[in-house]
């Protein structure tokens, strides 16, 4: 386990083990932009996090399976609108409310809001969400992935969700589509 007090760190990364918990206060800086998860189940708590990278893309690389990488924790502008890039065929579970303001861009895995097994009625993203695949920099496609939704009670998804990817609904709670979608 760990604490980041306002720390700037080139990237985390979780590789060995299962469990391990980030706490966080105040706002915590990856200048590379990203998180590399590879066990299963890490949980970064508290605080908040942005990105240093200049293109403002704060990458989620997960392959961890079951609940992946547990964030309950802010994700926020970085003075320009940063954008949530998830990655890697693993899982992310969003259990706090997100601020930054650049959109969703889920591209392989599944990027989980909230954790209904738990009874747990958390978790939201601002903006438009995309499920597209994406060029993964070596000139291959990964491919669309999924929002699941996986809040207790009834929850509206504010989203615009658009791309060939998927939308699934993992708890026994209530999904609500306020907008038009393009899936």
Excluded at 33 to 43: E, N, T
Excluded at 51 to 60: C, H, K, V
């Amino acid at each position: 386990d760990a604490a980041l007090n306002g720390a700037t760190t080139r990237t985390l990364r979780f590789a060995l083990g299962s469990g391990v918990t980030v706490d966080l206060s105040g706002t915590n800086t990856i200048e590379t932009g990203g998180l590399l998860v590879v066990q299963q189940s890490p949980l970064i708590t508290g605080g908040t996090l942005t990105t240093g990278d200049a293109s403002g893309d704060f990458l989620l690389h997960s392959y961890a399976g079951g609940l992946g990488l547990r964030l309950n924790t802010n994700i926020a502008d970085n003075g320009s609108p940063v954008r949530l890039i998830k990655a890697g065929t693993g899982n992310v579970t969003v259990t706090s409310s997100q601020s930054y303001t650049g959109g969703t861009y889920v591209g392989a895995g599944v990027l989980m809001l909230g954790n209904g097994f738990g009874g747990g009625a958390t978790g939201s993203l601002p903006g438009d969400v995309f499920l597209n695949a994406f060029n993964n920099g070596g000139g291959s496609f990964n491919p669309s992935g999924t929002l699941a939704v996986n809040r207790a009670g009834t929850y509206t998804l504010p989203n615009t969700l658009t791309g060939s990817g998927n939308l699934a609904q993992y708890s026994t709670g209530t999904l609500v589509l306020n907008k038009q979608q393009g899936l």
